[in-house]
């Protein structure tokens, strides 16, 4: 029903793919991360959200048709049966499942269990094989709460009251969960957030995610004090051009699940990192395979070993797909 080939996850009897990373005929999109979602497809099937975004990424002309699927509902695809489910990671992505003669198959693309309002949580679904990624798919990958992990940038902005705060997090689900996060934890200033974030944060508003204050850092003549102790929001690529130099003594924080690892965060220059990421951690990935208790367990992309060889010591078969392509846009 389902197999791995080099444009990605292959349905020969529904002749689709899953998160193709080459144009294909028929794609089914699991959510708008630029790895899992690309343009130039025939037709494509998504949820709304994700449709929507593809188009604000890519323009009108991102595919020649496409076929919106609500969370639940069932679709037949050449006698396959599918339907989305949420997977808890960005604004409208989803689990996509496929089922065809009493075998249901479950591919969660990307997928975290914590607490995030910037879009739908996580439901597990039962079924016989579970397709999970593995992006933090190690023992030493505990992510803390990510309020906590605020709370040192409002600690830092108290600290050094002149100091602009750039926060590098990725455009697509990162950037306005940090933004929500931050209104959530209490504060009310204005947010500046670069050119490339603007359209993604007014569709999220438009969705009903509010973001309060949210204005552009731009400035009319240059004026070195214009932000100071301003919270300033941009893509991680933004504050390694001239970009990041209009700020005043700038003070470069990283919103990413990477962000645990020391050396990842000395070597891009940054100054406060923030451990808030949209993937599970280690405990979170055994947490969903024990819940949905799948009869056989594929591993994507990520550390797979590791987590094929913790089913295999709780007997559950698993094995890893090796699927190259996703490079993780969201963390
Ligand atoms: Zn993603």
Redesign the pocket.
């Given at each position: 029903m389902l197999h791995p080939t080099p444009a990605g996850l292959f349905c020969p009897i529904g002749r689709f793919h899953v998160d193709p990373v080459r144009p294909v005929e028929r794609a089914l999109i699991?959510?708008g991360?630029s790895?899992?979602a690309r343009a130039g497809h025939g037709r494509v099937l998504a949820t709304r959200q994700t449709l929507d975004i593809m188009r604000i990424r890519y323009g009108e002309d991102f595919c020649q048709s496409e076929q919106a699927a609500a969370f639940g509902d069932e679709i037949e695809v050449d006698g396959v049966k599918v339907s989305f489910h949420p997977a808890g990671?960005?604004l409208g992505?989803a689990q996509i499942a496929l089922e065809k003669d009493g075998l249901r198959i479950v591919v969660s693309?990307?997928y975290k269990r914590g607490v995030d309002p910037t879009c739908a949580p996580f439901e597990p679904v039962a079924c016989d094989v579970f397709i999970t990624e593995a992006t933090f798919g190690l023992p030493v990958f505990h992510h803390p709460d990510p309020k906590h992990e605020i709370g040192k940038l409002l600690t830092s902005l108290k600290q050094f009251p002149e100091r602009s705060h750039l926060i590098g997090a990725y455009a697509?689900?990162k950037a306005q969960r940090v933004i929500r996060l931050i209104r959530d934890c209490g504060y009310d200033e204005p947010i500046f957030i670069h050119g490339a974030l603007a359209r993604l944060c007014d569709y999220y508003t438009s969705q009903g995610i509010e973001l309060g204050d949210i204005r552009p850092a731009t400035l009319e003549k240059k004026d070195p004090n214009a932000f100071k102790g301003a919270v300033v929001v941009g893509p991680p690529s933004a504050f390694q051009d001239r970009w990041a130099r209009r700020f005043n003594e700038p003070l470069i924080a990283f919103a990413s699940g990477w962000m645990m690892v020391r050396q990842r965060a000395k070597q891009g220059g940054v100054e406060l990192p923030l451990v808030i990421s949209?993937?599970c951690d280690w405990p979170e990935l055994l947490e969903t395979i024990g819940e949905i208790a799948p009869s056989e367990v594929w591993v994507t992309h990520g550390r797979e070993e590791a987590l094929v060889r913790w089913c295999e010591l709780k007997n559950i078969p698993a094995r890893p797909l090796h699927l190259v392509g996703?490079e993780?846009?969201?963390?």
């Open positions: 699991t959510h991360h790895d899992h990671h960005v992505s693309g990307d697509l689900g949209d993937h996703y993780d846009e969201g963390d």
